[in-house]
């Protein structure tokens, strides 16, 4: 895959980040449910929770670089806009 490089302000990188040190802290308590013995039914519970924070990050990502890219700055170039559509593209897989 091309590489991409859109825009992204520095508090939403920082707001990124954020969002994903919470969800490494979330791993690390299933790593410990798993190594306590919990109930299966709570680990589940706690990877569906996972699988949903890193796609909300994801869907953000791809939200803020799409409005970063089209909104500031006054004028939208094609290109901005293909780099956009493909980074959405990427962002459902």
Do not use: F, W, Y
């Amino acid at each position: 895959m091309s590489e991409l490089i859109l825009p992204l302000s520095n508090q939403s990188r920082a707001d990124l980040v954020t969002r994903l040190v919470r969800i490494e802290g979330q791993v690390r308590g299933v790593q410990r449910m798993l190594s306590e013995g919990r109930d299966c039914t709570d680990i589940v519970t706690q990877l569906n929770a996972i699988k949903a924070a890193v796609s909300s990050v994801g869907t953000t990502l791809a939200e803020r670089c799409a409005h970063e890219a089209l909104c500031d700055g006054g004028s939208t170039q094609p290109l901005d806009v293909e780099r956009v559509l493909a980074l959405l593209r990427a962002s459902r897989s």
